[in-house]
């Protein structure tokens, strides 16, 4: 997908988006590395320091969801695949929803998604299965106030979470982890309508 077919598929659903390159936002793109948390494209500052990390939806669930996979054996190699990728695994709760905290989690796993079966885990065991394989749980603090949705293009950057906030949406870890780009944009696309968040978009390339 183009950046403009991105555009386009977006103001179809009723959204605002433009193309930006990375100097035309006044925040600073980071470069992600192996320390930074893969984490949800949640705006909301964080328990855990190590922010420069691919942020995608629902952490590590973002990769069993869009293939489909329900069961906990499927998220512990998950977390594995993405510490091979080079990318520290995690999900998270919220201080008020413990680990019902993360939107896309609780719209999955209590059958709101389009054409996407609940987990066959609750939130709990999701959260002890991605630890006991190594990864990490992040708490989010405060309320959401995210104003737009940033869709990120550049391969190996991220938007790290700051008082105005934004969904940050990685798309560039579609390729490193074979994702259908379309079918992914349209869950995260979904899951932020679904969260009553901001129909905005930016869709970010280099530059
Ligand atoms: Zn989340």
Known sequence: MSPQDIVEALEGRGWKAKVLKQSDLAQPSVKVDDAGLFKCVDGRKSDHSAMNGPKT?????????????????????????????GFAPSVHGDEGSHEMGCGFFK??????????DPPEYSAKEGREA????GGAYETLEGKHSESCVLINLVEGTTYEPQNDQ?????????STFDLDVPAYL???AETVEKLDGPKVAKIIVAG
């Open 166 to 174: 934004s969904f940050v949406v990685d798309a560039w870890i579609t």
């Open 130 to 133: 991605v630890q006991d394989a």
């Open 57 to 85: 939806l629902g952490g590590v669930y973002a990769l069993v969801a869009a293939r489909k996979q329900r069961d906990l054996g499927s998220l512990k190699e998950a977390v594995d695949e993405v510490k091979k990728a």
């Open 107 to 116: 719209l999955w796993s209590t059958g709101q998604l389009d054409d996407l």
């Open 186 to 188: 349209t869950r995260a």
